[in-house]
């Protein structure tokens, strides 16, 4: 069974930093690309980031780009998002989803990890 | 970027009625030489995350029931549930994956009147 678990949001004040982890089981991790796709709480799905197999691609929504970046450890079946520079509109259940190729473009996304709250405020 | 625009926002329809979604993007996600649609459809039940239904605009997920249908090409989409169940209340997204960024539609609540 594909399994992806999500860790690692919390509380955090403007300005400061925090990583997500995104642990994956059930499949061939390194054959496929990864992203992670946020809910702000009661609104709809943004995509965040991606990440090809090889991490040869790499990309961001511009809502995050230089402030975000994704990571992954192919030995550890393990996706990140290490998040500097937090804002209050960053507020969001995280999610970590399965690409079906090994490309960033072209996603769709199954599964998806339940999740991981991460709240910026003071 | 390629905005998503689904419409209605929500809808109530009766248990065994038909619920109709659309979807519409700003800009053609069919690929001409493959002659594929780059849309996909989710539903999200409360508290859950969001879970594949079709792909390639038609193409329904495994283990997605056949009361839903997708359809469309271009810029129009349309999700149909042909009879609405009670486990179908949900919210229904639709994606576009024919460019970068990759982009979501607002979202229709799909709820029993």
């Known amino acids: 069974e594909v399994q992806l678990v999500v860790s690692g949001g919390g509380l955090v004040q403007p300005g400061r930093s925090l990583r997500l982890s995104c642990k994956a089981s059930g499949f061939a991790f390194d054959d496929y690309s990864m992203h992670w796709v946020r809910q702000a709480p009661g609104k709809g799905l943004e995509w965040v980031s991606g990440?090809?197999?090889?991490?040869?691609?790499?990309d961001y929504a511009d809502s995050v780009k230089g402030r975000f970046t994704i990571s992954r450890d192919n030995g550890k079946n393990s996706l990140y998002l290490q998040m500097n520079s937090l804002r209050p509109e960053d507020t969001a259940l995280y999610y970590c989803?399965?690409?079906?190729?090994?490309?960033?473009?072209?996603?769709?996304?199954?599964?998806w990890g339940q999740g991981t709250l991460v709240t910026v405020s003071s | 970027d390629i905005v998503m625009t689904q419409s209605p926002d929500s809808l109530a329809v009766s248990l065994g009625e038909r619920a109709t979604i659309n979807c519409k993007s700003s800009?053609?996600?069919?690929?001409?030489?493959?002659?594929?649609?780059?849309l996909a459809w989710y539903q999200q039940k409360p508290g859950q995350p969001p879970k594949l239904l079709f792909t390639?605009?038609?193409t329904r997920e495994s283990g997605v029931p056949d009361r839903f249908s997708g359809s469309g090409s271009g810029t129009d989409f349309t999700l149909t549930i042909s009879s609405l169940q009670a486990e179908d209340v949900a919210v229904y997204y639709c994606?576009?994956?024919?460019?970068?960024?990759?982009?979501f539609g607002g979202g229709t609540k799909v709820e029993i009147k």
């Open positions: 390639w605009a038609s």
């Open positions: 989803a399965k690409g079906p190729l090994t490309t960033v473009t072209s996603s769709w996304f199954a599964p």
């Open positions: 994606q576009q994956y024919y460019s970068m960024p990759l982009t």
């Open positions: 800009q053609n996600v069919l690929y001409s030489s493959s002659n594929k649609n780059y």
């Open positions: 990440i090809s197999w090889n991490t040869d691609d790499i």
